[in-house]
């Protein structure tokens, strides 16, 4: 059987103060000290019915409380019978810090609170009206316990407030990575839908007679979902699970670019200390990658001045980011290139309007600008 861990220390407490008890019967009962010995043996049965019902019922509060009193008043008469002799009080000064183990701090408090009362009621009736003869009686004796007494209920609470805390961080770090796994299945989902319908659209245009190669249909659709996967890559290397280093995504990005159209990319990046949500990191990874793959596509290898700079900047509370190519070779009308019915561009403008931003394309000499401002 699978213990949790208060049944692991329940049952702990349980198989230790049985097997005191049960030492102290059978040594009682070996010295002649009969009452002593009948006594604990009554407290052994007790003890033995109440755990029973616990493996049967699951009710910890009854087995913890039929314990508590079963040990107090067990070891109170067993107090009496020794004439409160000195040793007789250690296991009555160590119950409640079992309690503090077992029961909710305020519980805890009032019941060794109460303990310790009726160890003083005993006591002071022994003294007072039995006259008995104890060196527990003695002046230094008495301060010794009350110090012990209020030591264990200090510690005791201080124990129970660190445990609750803990237990607070444990519940808030639970709840946390059951919100980041819903999370993570809503951004697979919504990531898979958006292939999907990326998908869609190529059938529809591969309908209409708009269709590129094969190859180059299966190239792209493969960046695109490889650019997808970067992000929760960076997000499984990341120390910090809800935002995604840009500069360093961004240039995983390129050189698999480039490793996937087997040529150099003339790139430079500049998108320092720019974190984003994942959310946004995969969105700004699919503009980048239909505008690179864009670039490539429209100019040869061998063009002599292509460059393209990648400029994101962060400015609270918004995010800016740019891409710069130049070196085309033929002019670009940046209107006829916004409207633009292809695929990748659809997909740009589809990224950008899910970033709470507008694409602005400018078409300078040899030269194309597209500027998305969008909220961090």
Not at 289 to 312: S, V, Y
Not at 315 to 335: K, N
Request: with cysteine; net charge positive.
């Amino acid at each position: 059987m699978s213990l949790n861990r208060r049944d692991r220390m329940l049952y702990g407490i349980t198989i230790a103060s049985v097997g005191v008890i049960l030492l102290g019967s059978v040594t009682d009962r070996l010295t002649g000290r009969f009452p002593q010995a009948v006594v604990q043996a009554i407290m052994f049965g007790v003890a033995i019915v109440l755990f029973l019902d616990y493996r049967r019922r699951r009710n910890a509060t009854v087995f913890a409380y039929g314990g508590i009193v079963t040990a107090s008043l067990g070891y109170m008469l067993l107090l009496y019978l020794d004439r409160f002799v000195l040793h007789s009080y250690l296991i009555l000064m160590i119950i409640p810090l079992v309690i503090f183990f077992i029961l909710p701090l305020r519980q805890a408090l009032t019941v060794s609170v109460i303990h310790y009362l009726m160890v003083a009621l005993i006591s002071w009736y022994g003294y007072a009206v039995l006259h008995f003869d104890s060196a527990m009686f003695d002046k230094d004796a008495i301060q010794v316990y009350t110090f012990g007494a209020i030591f264990i209920l200090a510690f005791g609470t201080f124990y129970q407030l660190a445990i609750e805390e803990s237990y607070r961080q444990l519940q808030h770090a639970n709840a946390q990575k059951a919100l980041l796994l819903r999370e993570i299945h809503h951004r697979i989902k919504n990531n898979l839908n958006k292939m999907s319908s990326a998908l869609g659209l190529q059938i529809l245009r591969v309908r209409q007679g708009h269709s590129a190669s094969p190859e180059e249909i299966l190239t792209a659709n493969k960046l695109r979902i490889e650019a997808m996967s970067l992000v929760h890559e960076a997000l499984y290397h990341s120390e910090d699970i809800a935002r995604v280093d840009m500069a360093a995504y961004a240039r995983k990005l390129l050189d698999l670019i480039a490793r996937t159209h087997e040529r150099p990319l003339p790139v430079h990046l500049d998108a320092a200390a720019v974190t984003l949500p994942p959310d946004k990191a995969l969105r700004v990874g699919t503009i980048l990658n239909e505008l690179i793959t864009n670039t490539l596509k429209h100019t040869p290898a061998d063009t002599p001045d292509l460059h393209i700079d990648i400029t994101l900047t962060s400015e609270e509370p918004s995010c800016r980011l740019i891409y710069t190519q130049t070196g085309h070779p033929d002019p670009v009308d940046a209107a006829s290139l916004t409207r633009a019915k292809g695929l990748g561009m659809m997909l740009i403008r589809l990224s950008a309007e899910e970033l709470g931003g507008k694409l602005v394309i400018v078409s300078e000499k040899h030269s194309l600008i597209f500027t998305i401002l969008f909220p961090c």
